[in-house]
């Protein structure tokens, strides 16, 4: 990824990041045991702390902090996924695909490439949505730059007209 591109990503993740964490969940209702609440408290606690140091990354625009964040929120998938806490896998489907930003703000795109493919691996045919409708796994992506040639024309993928336009205008002046 040229330094470029990394820019066009950084514009565009501002204008496609929040939205990540915009879709209502359902919280969970079944029974739980003391172990299981004390697990969901954990990751609550986790994700509040993690979106608050990249929320932080955000405010002083600090690549280092955005990959620190980035780290902070893969623990708590993990941390959850080795508790088998009856989390809702939409949340924890949201704070992978934050950490996966986080990672693209900080400059990490081979890490974050890797998360990319595990999260589709491990949610596989499923996908999360921006609050403009367009799909969150499409949209990193294309800030990646791992789109097929054949769909870049951004009609073919469900991004957002923002991401699509920047997409266009990189490739026109990539070949001109």
């Known amino acids: 990824m040229n330094f470029q591109r990394f820019n066009k990503a950084m514009l ?47 405010e002083n625009r600090s690549e280092a902090q955005f990959l620190t964040a980035s780290r902070a929120m893969s623990r708590c998938v993990d941390e959850t996924i080795v508790s088998g806490a009856p989390i809702d896998d939409e949340a924890i489907m949201r704070l992978q695909a ?15 490439a890797d998360a990319l493919t595990a999260f589709e ?15 969150v796994i499409e949209t990193l992506h294309a800030l990646l730059g791992t789109v097929p040639a054949s769909a870049r024309d951004g009609q073919l993928l469900n991004v957002s007209p923002a991401v699509s ?7 026109y002046w990539q070949t001109h």
């Open 12 to 58: 565009i993740l501002a204008l496609a990041g929040a939205g990540i964490g915009c879709t209502a969940t359902q919280p969970y209702t079944g029974v739980m045991d003391a172990d299981a609440v004390v697990a969901e408290e954990n990751f609550r606690d986790c994700r509040r702390d993690a979106l608050a140091m990249d929320a932080s990354a955000t």
């Open 98 to 112: 934050q950490s996966i930003l986080a990672q693209i703000k900080g400059g990490d795109t081979a890490q974050a």
């Open 121 to 135: 691996l491990q949610h596989s045919g499923r996908d999360l949505y921006l609050i403009d409708s367009a799909s």
């Open 165 to 171: 336009a920047e997409i266009k205008r990189i490739d």
